[in-house]
């Protein structure tokens, strides 16, 4: 099973960016669609964005022209670049291989605010 550990999360103004890592261990990355998830307090979690193995994308409508997926096979790495982050868009930002009975990470924190 792979392991993932998430990092980039931290507190910004709107407007601003962050790109969050999603750093693997233990298969490459190479063999499962990813994807980003969010939790939003007293919400349920929801696909932020995902890529294929063969690096087809996709976007929630909430997020489409402002964040960015991408996948590095040779780092073992998933990326999400968020530009023009909005309040809505604090919550847990989970990294996910494999689908919904994948592989999860902790987790790392946005919080977008003035």
């Known amino acids: 099973q792979v392991q993932l550990v998430e990092s980039g999360g931290g507190l910004v103004q709107p407007g601003g960016s962050l790109r969050l890592s999603c750093a693997a261990s233990?298969?490459?990355?190479?063999?499962?669609?990813m994807g980003w998830y969010r939790q939003a307090p007293g919400k349920e979690r929801e696909l932020v964005s995902s890529?294929?193995?063969?690096?087809?994308?996709q976007y929630a409508d909430s997020v489409k022209g402002r964040f960015t997926i991408s996948r590095d096979n040779a780092k073992n790495t998933v990326y999400l670049q968020m530009n023009n982050l909005k309040p809505e868009d604090t919550a847990v930002y989970y990294c996910?291989?494999?689908?919904?009975?994948?592989?999860w990470g902790q987790g790392t924190q946005v919080f977008v605010s003035s």
């Open positions: 890529v294929t193995i063969g690096g087809v994308t």
């Open positions: 996910n291989a494999g689908g919904a009975a994948g592989s």
């Open positions: 233990g298969r490459r990355i190479s063999i499962y669609n």
